[in-house]
């Protein structure tokens, strides 16, 4: 008998004889009086900013006044034509270096955390979310969930091969338990609801 045929006997040697029931997931989850209020709290205590927006011009408003010193802009929202490059024109991301501000369309966020669900729909290169100076991901008003819990409910990829959640920019407390904003990815973070 190898050992693999013996690892197996004696997992199945000592099964329990009857299985109990797996514990229900239908509980009572966390809501909040003001969610927008909670997700803006929960985004700033990670580092990152919610802007609440009536449309597309009060956007670029914001873009405009918040990066005066973004040079290389590329947004994949049509309705936010302020990119200065079109990051899907090029076959190697490495070129996407010296991205100051990318521009991205989030699907729906999460109040208890912060987070942002990204698929990769509209962005040929997926290292943009991470190579870009300051990020900012765009949701649709009323995209906005209590918990994680509900959010995993919505997740679906349908063609698309890849999602993530994001919240706020990239942090690390590895050196000496010091939080460093912006060690290994975007120094800046900002979440829109238009």
């Known amino acids: ?12 040697d000592n099964a329990p004889a009857t299985m109990k029931p797996k ?3 239908e509980m009572a989850h966390a809501s909040y009086e003001n969610i927008n209020e909670k997700f803006s709290t929960s985004l700033a205590s990670v580092g990152g900013n919610a802007v609440f927006a009536e449309n597309s011009e009060e956007v670029k408003a914001y873009i405009k006044e918040h990066y005066p010193d973004a040079k290389v802009i590329v947004s994949n929202i049509e309705a936010l034509d302020v990119g200065t490059r079109d990051a899907n024109t090029t076959d190697d991301p490495h070129t996407l270096q010296d991205v100051d501000l990318a521009i991205i369309k989030g699907e729906f ?10 698929k990769e729909a509209n962005t040929r290169h997926r290292a943009l979310y991470f190579i870009t100076q300051k990020l900012m991901i765009v949701v649709p ?3 906005l ?6 959010a ?3 997740i679906s990829f349908g063609s698309e091969s890849f999602g993530l959640f994001i919240s706020g920019p990239s942090k690390t407390a590895d050196i000496e338990q010091a939080l460093v ?3 290994h990815g975007a120094t800046e973070a ?4 238009v």
Do not use: D, Q
């Open 1 to 12: 008998m190898s050992s693999r045929e013996a690892i197996l006997k004696a997992v199945r």
């Open 145 to 150: 969930v209590a918990t994680m819990h509900e």
């Open 181 to 183: 904003i912006g060690a």
């Open 109 to 118: 966020a999460v109040a208890e955390n912060g987070a942002v669900w990204v």
């Open 141 to 143: 008003k009323g995209e």
């Open 152 to 154: 995993y409910e919505r």
């Open 23 to 25: 514990p229900s997931l």
């Open 190 to 193: 900002c979440v829109v609801f």
